[in-house]
């Protein structure tokens, strides 16, 4: 594992053909660049002669981010092709809402991410997508924003789905958004983690739900211990905007990893942290939260967390935490303890 991000080749790839496209478009005006992971797409806007607006989902590395896109109008707009098939339809709605007619839409990612078929996705709001640009198992489509377009659904609340999830205390509606990790159900870790619960010391303390996603193990908790303190915690603002929701009145803090919390501490931490970034295999987020966690627990704090067993952990949670356990060993996954 490595506590440093690195841009795979996909993001590679797909900003380097993207600029590409752009150096040999016609620029002009505000240029909505969409959920971009590498700066080279922002530059290339620039160096085309375009005014550059990034809007990102994602707190990463210091970056602003939003849950829904600037007001325009926008005269073109790039799209980094996110990693669901539902979370890329509404970004093309999204954008369809703020270019003017007669705007282009670039859409780019890898291949093998579905760059191929995303025109399926994108034709009945934008017209026909066609590929201006392919090479390195990546691709580039441009559809053109039409008179005649349908509307679009281009507000966050005509994306909100609700569901009905399985609460200590009954079942409970819950509120989800296209692209949120587990989109409307409980997904075998998560549900692996909810299993021990009952046995984590939280009543009266404060607990962190780390990389929260819409909120669901904090929910439990808090269910479960009605007078426990928590927080939530992602790098996704729009987990927030469903965690704020489905929690009313709960803390929120947006934070790429545990940037954003400077000195506070709890009691105890529970995650089920992504190991994926698209395609990509990482344990970037994992090893950043058992590295980290030791700096925002009390003295007599404890990190519980959920993984796939395949990910070989004892080695960094004992070089980590003065005690360990596994909790739960449930088929594919496994629950870790780890105690100052």
């Not at 789905?161 to 409307?184: K, M």
């Not at 489905?246 to 501490?265: K, T």
């Not at 942290?273 to 990509?280: F, I, N, T």
């Amino acid at each position: 594992m490595s506590l440093r991000r690195s841009a795979n080749w996909r993001d590679r790839a797909a900003a380097e053909l993207m600029s590409g496209v752009l150096h040999r478009a016609a620029i002009r005006g505000n240029v909505l660049v969409m959920l971009e992971n590498l700066p080279a797409v922002t530059t290339a806007v620039i160096e085309a002669g375009g005014r550059a607006h990034s809007w990102h989902r994602l707190a990463r590395e210091g970056r602003s981010a939003s849950a829904w896109t600037p007001e325009g109008p926008f005269q073109a707009a790039t799209l980094r092709l996110p990693k669901a098939k539902d979370e890329l339809d509404m970004a093309v709605h999204a954008a369809a809402s703020v270019l003017e007619v007669g705007a282009p839409l670039w859409v780019y990612g890898a291949n093998d991410e579905g760059a191929g078929s995303a025109g399926r996705i994108i034709e009945p709001l934008m017209g026909p997508a066609r590929t201006v640009g392919s090479g390195g198992r990546s691709r580039v489509l441009e559809a053109v924003r039409p008179v005649d377009a349908p509307s679009p659904r281009g507000t966050l609340a005509e994306w909100r789905r609700s569901t009905s999830l399985e609460f200590p205390s009954g079942p409970r509606e819950w509120i989800s958004y296209p692209g949120i990790f587990s989109h409307g159900r409980l997904d075998a870790g998560t549900r692996a983690l909810l299993e021990v619960m009952g046995r984590l010391p939280a009543a009266g303390r404060r607990v962190l739900d780390f990389a929260c996603g819409s909120g669901v193990i904090g929910a439990f908790l808090s269910a479960l211990e009605p007078t426990a303190r928590l927080d939530f915690l992602d790098v996704d603002a729009l987990a927030l905007v469903a965690v704020s929701e489905n929690v009313p009145g709960a803390r929120l803090i947006l934070s790429d990893g545990f940037d954003a919390l400077e000195h506070e501490r709890y009691a105890l931490i529970v995650s089920n942290p992504p190991y994926h970034e698209g395609k990509e295999q990482t344990g970037y987020v994992i090893e950043r939260l058992v590295r980290g966690a030791p700096d925002h627990l009390e003295s007599d704090g404890s990190l519980v967390l959920v993984t796939q067993r395949r990910l070989r952990l004892a080695t960094l949670m004992e070089s980590t935490f003065g005690t360990v356990d596994v909790l739960l060993d449930a088929g594919p996954h496994r629950v870790w303890f780890g105690g100052k």
